[in-house]
C-alpha cells in the first residue's frame, strides 16, 4: 500500500492512498468463490454454479463491496502509518477503482490539534456565600403560594400582578405591522414578557375600556424592521382576575410533604431546600469561572467535524423540548447551524482542554461521583433506584455520566491550584447565574465539555 500526506491548511490533512490490484482481485475472488457453494441459479444445482456464471451475475455488486471495505481498512491502516489521529469521517475521493488497475482514492479529514497546557495553575476564582436569612425563607414561602394560586374575576382598576385578558392591535408610522396584534391574548402584568411599556399601559385600565399606549421597542429586538421603533397599540380590556394566595394552613404544609410540625417545619424544609440550590448555584458558579478562565489561557484550534457534531447535538436538544409539536416541522429551517454555533465551538474547545488534562494528570471516573451524579439524576422520579440500575445497564448513557464525572473532577484538580477569593453576598445574588463571557472572532472558545470519541 502507498501513502502520502500533505497539510492542506491548519488541521486539514490530504490522504493519497495506492492499493495493489491484486489486493482487490483477490478478495472478489475470494467472495465470490464463497458465493458460488450457496447462490441458487436456475439451471444449476446448489454449490455447482460454474464461477463464470457467479461472476457474471453478480461480479459488480461484489466488487463494489469489496472496494468499500478495502478503503474503509486501508484508510485505518493509513492514518496508523502516519500517527494521525482524523476527527471526524473522511470524505473520500476516488481517483482509479478500473478493475485490473490498482486502486487509488484520496481522503480528506480534520485532524485533533495538539492542546499545549502551559498556564493551568493560579486560575482566579470568586468563591460565592450567601446566608439565607429569614426574609429570603419568606419571599421564597411567598413564591411557593403564587405557585398554588387561585384567580378570582375582579372589575377593580388593574394593578400590578393581576391577569387581563386583552385585544391589540399596533402600528409604526400609521402602518399595521405583523404580530402587532391578537385577540383574547392573557397576560400577567408585571410579568414583564411584552416589550418595555406596554404592561404599564395598562396599569389603571377597567374592564371594557380602550387606550392608545405609546412605547419604543428595544434595540435589541429580535425583528430587524422594529429595532428601537417607535410604536402604538390600541388595546382593550376584556376582563381580569386578581390572584388569591392560599393560607399558610396544615392542607398547605401538605402539598411539600410536610404532614406534622406545621409551620415551623415547613420553613425548616425550605431551608433546606434553599440552602441545596444555593449550594448547587455556588458550585456551578466556581466551575464556571474555572472553565473560562481555562479556555481563555489554553487557545486551541476546534476541528469544524467536531463543530458540526455538536451542532446537531444542541439542536437534538432543542428539539426534544418541542415534542411532538416537533414531528412535522422543518426543525433545520426553524434552528439553523448559526444558532447553536457559537457555543458549539466552546464545547468543543473545552472538551479538547478537559481531554488533554484528564490525559496528562492520569485522571480516571472516580465511581463514588459517578454514583452521586447518577443519583443527582434520578432524584426527581418516581422510582429513583430504577432509574440508577437503568443507567448503570446502559453503557452509553453511562459514559456520558463517566465523562460527567471527568469533567467535575478536573475543575476540582484546577481548584487547588487555583487563587480563591471568598465573597459574601445576598441569597438571590448568590443563585444568579453568571454572566456568559463574550465570544470573540476565535473558533476554539468553549464552556462546556464533550471529550474525543
Known amino acids: 500500500m502507498q501513502v502520502s500526506i500533505e497539510t492542506i491548511s491548519g488541521l486539514e490533512r490530504r490522504l493519497t492512498i495506492g492499493v495493489p490490484a491484486d489486493v482487490v482481485d483477490q478478495e472478489v475472488t475470494k467472495r465470490l468463490n464463497k458465493a458460488a457453494k450457496t447462490v441458487r441459479i436456475n439451471g444449476f444445482r446448489k454449490g455447482k454454479v460454474p464461477l463464470k456464471v457467479v461472476k457474471q451475475r453478480f461480479g459488480e455488486g461484489v466488487r463494489q463491496e469489496v472496494l468499500g471495505d478495502t478503503i474503509n481498512r486501508t484508510f485505518y491502516e493509513a492514518v496508523q502509518k502516519e500517527s494521525v489521529r482524523p476527527a471526524g469521517q473522511p470524505t473520500i475521493e476516488p481517483k482509479n477503482m478500473e478493475e485490473g488497475s490498482d486502486l487509488e482514492y484520496i481522503a480528506t479529514f480534520e485532524v485533533y490539534p495538539e492542546v499545549e497546557l502551559t498556564n493551568i495553575e493560579g486560575i482566579e476564582v470568586t468563591k460565592y456565600d450567601a446566608d439565607i436569612e429569614d426574609k429570603d425563607i419568606d419571599k421564597m414561602i411567598e413564591n411557593l403560594r403564587k405557585g398554588q394560586a387561585t384567580w378570582n374575576n375582579t372589575k377593580a382598576a388593574i394593578k400590578d400582578g393581576f391577569k387581563v385578558k386583552i385585544d391589540f392591535s399596533g402600528v409604526k408610522d400609521g402602518e399595521a405591522f405583523e404580530g402587532g396584534s391578537a385577540e383574547d391574548h392573557e397576560l400577567v402584568i408585571g410579568s414583564k414578557s411584552m416589550i418595555p411599556g406596554f404592561e404599564d399601559g395598562i396599569i389603571g385600565m377597567k374592564i371594557g375600556e380602550t387606550k392608545d399606549v405609546e412605547v419604543t421597542f428595544p434595540e435589541d429586538y429580535q425583528v430587524e424592521s422594529l429595532k428601537g421603533a417607535d410604536a402604538t397599540f390600541t388595546i382593550t380590556l376584556k376582563s381580569a382576575e386578581k390572584q388569591v394566595l392560599p393560607k399558610l394552613d396544615e392542607a398547605f404544609f401538605e402539598k411539600f410533604g410536610v404532614t406534622e410540625g406545621g ?138 455520566v463517566e465523562a460527567a464525572a471527568l469533567e467535575e473532577q478536573v475543575v476540582d484538580f484546577l481548584l487547588e491550584k487555583a487563587e480563591v477569593t471568598e465573597a459574601k453576598v445576598a441569597y438571590d445574588e448568590a443563585l444568579k447565574p453568571l454572566p456568559q463571557p463574550q465570544a470573540d472572532d476565535q473558533e476554539g472558545d468553549g464552556s462546556e465539555t464533550k471529550g474525543e470519541e
Open 263 to 400: 409551620e415551623e417545619k415547613f420553613r425548616e424544609d425550605v431551608k433546606e431546600n434553599m440552602e441545596r440550590e444555593k449550594q448547587k448555584a455556588i458550585k456551578n458558579k466556581t466551575k464556571q469561572q474555572i472553565l473560562d478562565s481555562l479556555l481563555d489561557r489554553t487557545p486551541v484550534e476546534v476541528p469544524n467535524a467536531l463543530v458540526a457534531g455538536e451542532i446537531d447535538a444542541l439542536r437534538n436538544q432543542t428539539i426534544q423540548q418541542y415534542g411532538g409539536a416537533a414531528e412535522n416541522l422543518d426543525m433545520k429551517a426553524l434552528l439553523p447551524d448559526d444558532m447553536f454555533k457559537e457555543q458549539a465551538q466552546r464545547r468543543t474547545a473545552l472538551g479538547l482542554i478537559v481531554s488533554e488534562i484528564v490525559t496528562q494528570e492520569k485522571i480516571t471516573a472516580d465511581k463514588d461521583v459517578v454514583r452521586s451524579l447518577i443519583e443527582e439524576a434520578a432524584a426527581s422520579y418516581e422510582s429513583p433506584e430504577e432509574v440508577v440500575n437503568y443507567y448503570y445497564s446502559n453503557e452509553q448513557l453511562l459514559q456520558s
